[in-house]
C-alpha cells in the first residue's frame, strides 16, 4: 500500500465533501447554532412556565376555621406563604370553594361525607354526584385539583390534642384524611398536586408542633438528633464526577453520527452519481481507496464531535451562570467549563474511537446500494453501539480487567477514570483496553477493505420491494443454501421465542428435574430446533447441504473429535475459572446452578433406563443434535456467503453464545463455538459437531460427579486424578499438555480440503492474485 495514493485519495474526497453544502451544514454549522438555539428556547420556555397560575378547589374548609388553636392553612384565597418553599408559589395558586361554581355547589358539598379510611365500601348516590362534578372540573381545566377535608376531621384533631394533653389515649383508631384529587395525564395538574401536598405536609408539621407545645413536650422530642452528611470531596472533585459520566457519552455519539453521514455519501452516494467507477479503474489499490475515503470519514467524525463539544459547553456554561444569579441554582453548586486535561483526554480517545466508528460506517455504506437505504443503516449500528456507551453510566459499573476488554466500554471508563483524576486506577488498564480497541478497529477495517473487494456488493443495483413478489421469490428461487440475511433473521428468530418463553415460564415452589426437563424440552425443540428446521425446509433447495448432513463422517474424524473433546476439558475448566474472576458470578446464578445440580442429582430411574443416562439424554445430547443443526448447520451455512471462512466461523460462533443464558456461559460458549464451527467447516460433517458438543457436555456432568465420588473414597483410582482443592487434572502443566494436544489435532484438520463456496473461491483468488502481481484486484 502507497501512502502516496492514500493522500491523493484523501484530498479528493475531502475536497468533495467541503463542496457539498448539506455536509457543510450538517458537520460544522448545525453544532454551532443548534445549541444556542436550544439554550434560547429554554430561556423562552422558562418564563412561559413562571407565568403559569393553578386553581385549587377547598371542599370543607370550613371544618379549619372552629379551632382558634390551628395554624392557618388558607389566607385571604390563598395557602399560607410559610407553608412554601417557594415564596412565588404562594401568588400562583389560587384558593376556590364550591360557591365559585353555583351550578355544581351542592354536588361538590357532598364531598365531606367521603369515605377515606381506606375501605372498600359501596359508593352512593352522594358520592356518585360528588365524583362526577370533580371529573367535569378537572377535565374541563377549571381547576387543576381538588383538596377535600371529609366530615369529622375537625372532631378528630381536637381529640386528638386533648388525649395528648390529659396524657390518656385517643379513642378509636380510624382517622378522616384530606382527599387530593387531580388528573394525572395532565402536567399542570399533577404538579399542582404536588405543590399542594407539600403545603399540606408542612401544615401537618405546624399542627404537630403546637399539640406538642399544649401538651409541654417539647419539638425536640420527635427528632432527638439531626443528620448532617458531609461531602468530603472539593467541588472540583464533585465536577469532574459529573464530567466524567456525561462527556465521554456524548462526545463518542457525536463521533459515531459524524461519520455516518459522511461514509453513506462517499460510498452509496457515489453508486447513486456514477462516480465509484471512475475511482476504482484509478492505479490505486483497493485498501488505498478504502483508507484514503476512511481517512476523510475520521476527519469529519473528529471535527463533529469537538464542535459540538465546543458549542455545548459555552452554551451550558451561559445558561447555568444565568440560572445562577436568578436563584434556579446556588453559583457554588454551578457547573464551569471542564478542565484542560479533561478535554485533551477526550481529543486523544477520539482519534481509535473515531476509527472504529468510521470503519462500521464505511462497510455498511458501502453495502447500501443507495444514499436511502445507507440512512437505514443508522439504527442497527446505534442499537450495538448505544449499550455498550451507556454501560459505564449504570451505578456499580467500574474499570476493572474484565469490564476492560468489552468494546467502547472499556474506553468509556477509562476515560471516567482520567477525567476524575485517578490516572494511576487508568494506567493500569490502559494496554487491554487500546489494545481491544485497536483489535477492533482493524477488524472493521478489514471488513470495510472486503466490502470494497467484492463487486457483487459495489454494483448492486437499487431495487423496490414489492412484498408479494418477494415472498414468491423466496419460494419459487431458492438457494442451495441460505443467504446471510436469511442466517441472520434464524438467529433473531430464535432468540425472539427464548425470549418469551423465558417470561412465560414461571418457576415453581420446588425447582424439580421435571420441570428442568420440560424447560429443556421446549427451550431446545421450540426455541432452537423448530426454526432452524422450518426456515431450511422453506427456504433452501437443498437441506441437506445446509445441514451438512450430505457427506457419511470418516472414522478418523469421529476418533479425533473425542480424544479433542477430552483434551480440552481441563482447558474449558481453567478458562472458566478464569472469566470466573474476569468476571464475579452473581448469587442468582450460583443459586441456579445449585438448583439445577440438586435437580439432576435426584433424576428417578424409568424401566430399565438409570437415571444419570436421562440426565446425560436431556443436558448433553439434546442440546448438541438441536444446537448444532441450528448454529453449525444453517446459520454456518448461511454466514459462509460472507466471503472467508473465518469470518462465518466467529459469526456463527457470537450467535451461539448469544443464545445462552448466563453471561458466563455466552463466554465459554463463544469460545467453544469457535472449535466446533472449525469442525464443522473442515469435515464437511453435521455429525463430527454432535459428538464434540455430546462430549463436551457429558465431561461437563460426569467429571464433576466423578469429583464428589473421589472425594468420598480417597482410596479410589479417582482420587488421584480428582480429588482435592487442586486435581491433578485441572493443574497447569496438565492444562498446557492437553492444549497442545488439542492445537495438534486442530493442525490436523487444517490439512483437510474442504469445499468453498463461491465467494470464498473469489476471495482466495483475489488473495492469490494480489500475492503474485500487487495489482489491484
Known amino acids: 500500500m502507497q501512502f502516496k495514493n492514500v493522500k491523493l485519495i484523501y484530498l479528493r474526497e475531502m475536497r468533495d465533501q467541503l463542496r457539498d453544502r448539506r455536509t457543510l451544514f450538517l458537520i460544522a454549522v448545525l453544532p454551532l447554532l443548534l445549541y444556542p438555539l436550544l439554550g434560547t428556547s429554554f430561556f423562552q420556555l422558562t418564563q412561559f412556565l413562571q407565568k403559569v397560575e393553578a386553581r385549587v378547589l377547598v371542599v370543607g374548609s370550613r371544618q379549619l376555621r372552629s379551632a382558634e388553636w390551628l395554624p392557618p392553612l388558607i389566607e385571604d384565597d390563598r395557602f399560607a406563604q410559610p407553608l412554601f418553599d417557594q415564596a412565588e408559589w404562594h401568588e400562583k395558586i389560587e384558593v376556590l370553594t364550591p360557591r365559585d361554581f353555583p351550578d355544581l355547589a351542592d354536588d361538590l358539598r357532598k364531598g365531606k361525607d367521603l369515605p377515606t379510611d381506606g375501605k372498600q365500601e359501596p359508593i352512593s348516590a352522594d358520592e356518585a354526584a360528588f365524583d362526577a362534578a370533580a371529573k367535569e372540573l378537572l377535565d374541563s381545566g377549571r381547576v387543576e385539583a381538588i383538596l377535600v377535608f371529609p366530615n369529622g376531621f375537625e372532631e378528630r384533631l381536637v381529640e386528638v390534642r386533648r388525649a395528648l394533653v390529659e396524657r390518656t389515649a385517643a379513642a378509636g383508631t380510624s382517622f378522616p384524611s384530606p382527599i387530593i384529587l387531580y388528573n394525572s395525564p395532565d402536567d399542570k395538574s399533577q404538579v399542582t398536586q404536588l405543590r399542594v401536598l407539600q403545603v399540606l405536609q408542612r401544615w401537618r408539621g405546624e ?55 459522511p461514509a453513506v ?4 452516494g457515489e453508486k447513486e452519481r456514477g462516480t465509484l467507477e471512475t475511482l476504482l479503474t484509478s492505479p490505486a489499490l483497493r485498501r488505498e481507496i478504502v483508507w484514503g475515503k476512511l481517512l476523510t470519514v475520521m476527519t469529519f467524525s473528529v471535527v463533529t464531535a469537538i464542535l459540538n463539544l465546543g458549542s455545548l459547553g459555552l452554551t451550558g456554561k451561559f445558561v447555568i451562570d444565568n440560572l445562577s444569579k436568578t436563584g434556579a441554582f446556588n453559583a457554588i453548586d454551578a457547573l464551569s467549563l471542564p478542565p484542560l486535561p479533561s478535554l485533551l483526554w477526550l481529543a486523544v480517545a477520539l482519534i481509535p474511537i473515531s476509527a472504529l466508528f468510521s470503519a462500521l460506517c464505511l462497510a455498511c455504506a458501502a453495502f447500501a446500494r443507495s444514499t436511502k437505504e445507507g440512512q437505514y443503516y443508522l439504527m442497527p449500528i ?40 485517578q490516572y494511576a486506577e487508568a494506567l493500569r488498564f490502559v494496554v487491554p483496553v487500546l489494545a481491544v480497541t485497536f483489535i477492533c478497529c482493524m477488524l472493521a477495517i478489514r471488513w470495510a477493505e472486503e466490502q470494497f473487494n467484492r463487486e457483487s456488493v459495489l454494483f448492486r443495483e437499487s431495487e423496490r420491494l414489492e412484498l408479494g413478489r418477494w415472498l414468491v421469490h423466496l419460494v419459487r428461487d431458492r438457494q442451495a443454501t441460505p443467504s446471510f440475511a436469511q442466517a441472520s433473521l434464524c438467529v433473531a428468530l430464535i432468540l425472539i421465542v427464548q425470549f ?18 420440560k424447560m429443556l424440552i421446549v427451550s431446545q425443540l421450540a426455541c432452537v430446533f423448530a426454526p432452524a428446521i422450518l426456515m431450511t425446509i422453506m427456504l433452501t433447495r437443498e437441506p441437506a447441504r445446509t445441514l451438512l448432513l450430505q457427506r457419511t463422517p470418516r472414522w478418523g474424524h469421529l476418533f479425533g473429535v473425542v480424544a479433542l473433546a477430552l483434551a480440552l476439558h481441563p482447558v474449558v475448566v481453567r478458562a472458566a475459572e478464569y472469566i470466573g474472576s474476569l468476571y464475579p458470578i452473581p448469587e442468582a446464578t450460583v443459586h441456579a446452578a445449585q438448583q439445577i445440580e440438586g435437580a439432576l442429582n435426584s433424576v428417578p ?15 448433553a445430547l439434546l442440546p448438541a443434535v438441536c444446537e448444532e443443526l441450528a448454529f453449525r448447520g444453517f446459520v454456518l451455512s448461511g454466514f459462509r456467503h460472507v466471503g472467508h471462512k473465518w469470518w462465518a466461523i466467529v459469526l456463527s460462533a457470537v450467535a451461539f453464545g448469544f443464545v445462552h443464558t448466563f453471561l458466563h456461559q455466552k463466554i465459554s460458549a463463544t469460545m467453544m463455538g469457535v472449535i466446533i464451527g472449525y469442525v464443522a467447516v473442515q469435515t464437511e460433517s453435521i455429525w463430527p459437531c454432535i459428538l464434540l458438543h455430546t462430549v463436551h457436555n457429558s465431561l461437563q456432568l460426569s467429571v464433576h460427579k466423578a469429583a464428589q465420588i473421589a472425594t468420598a473414597n480417597p482410596e479410589s483410582p479417582l482420587a488421584f486424578l480428582l480429588s482435592g482443592e487442586d486435581p491433578l487434572i485441572y493443574r497447569w502443566p496438565t492444562v498446557a499438555l492437553c492444549a497442545a494436544i488439542a492445537a495438534s489435532i486442530l493442525w490436523n484438520l487444517h490439512g483437510v480440503r474442504h469445499s468453498r463456496t463461491a465467494e470464498e473461491q473469489l476471495e482466495e483468488a483475489r488473495q492469490q492474485q494480489g500475492r503474485r502481481s500487487g495489482v489491484p484486484a
Open 382 to 421: 446505534m442499537l450495538v453501539t448505544m449499550p455498550l456507551m451507556m454501560l459505564p453510566m449504570s451505578p456499580g459499573v467500574e474499570l476493572n480487567l474484565g469490564n476492560s476488554f468489552v468494546p467502547v466500554t472499556g474506553m468509556v471508563l477509562l476515560l471516567r477514570s482520567v477525567i476524575e483524576g
Open 207 to 261: 399542627v404537630t408542633e403546637q399539640n406538642l407545645n399544649a401538651s409541654n413536650v417539647p419539638v425536640e422530642a420527635t427528632t432527638p438528633f439531626e443528620l448532617f452528611p458531609r461531602d468530603v470531596a472539593q467541588a472540583q472533585q464533585r465536577q469532574a464526577a459529573v464530567w466524567s459520566k456525561v462527556l465521554p457519552f456524548f462526545v463518542f455519539i457525536w463521533a459515531l453520527t459524524g461519520a455516518f453521514y
Open 265 to 268: 455519501d462517499l460510498c452509496a
Open 500 to 517: 418469551f418463553v423465558s417470561l412465560s415460564a414461571a418457576a415453581p415452589d420446588e425447582f424439580t428435574f421435571a420441570f428442568l426437563a
Open 605 to 619: 430411574d424409568m424401566w430399565i433406563v438409570p437415571g444419570w443416562l436421562i440426565a446425560l439424554a436431556l443436558m
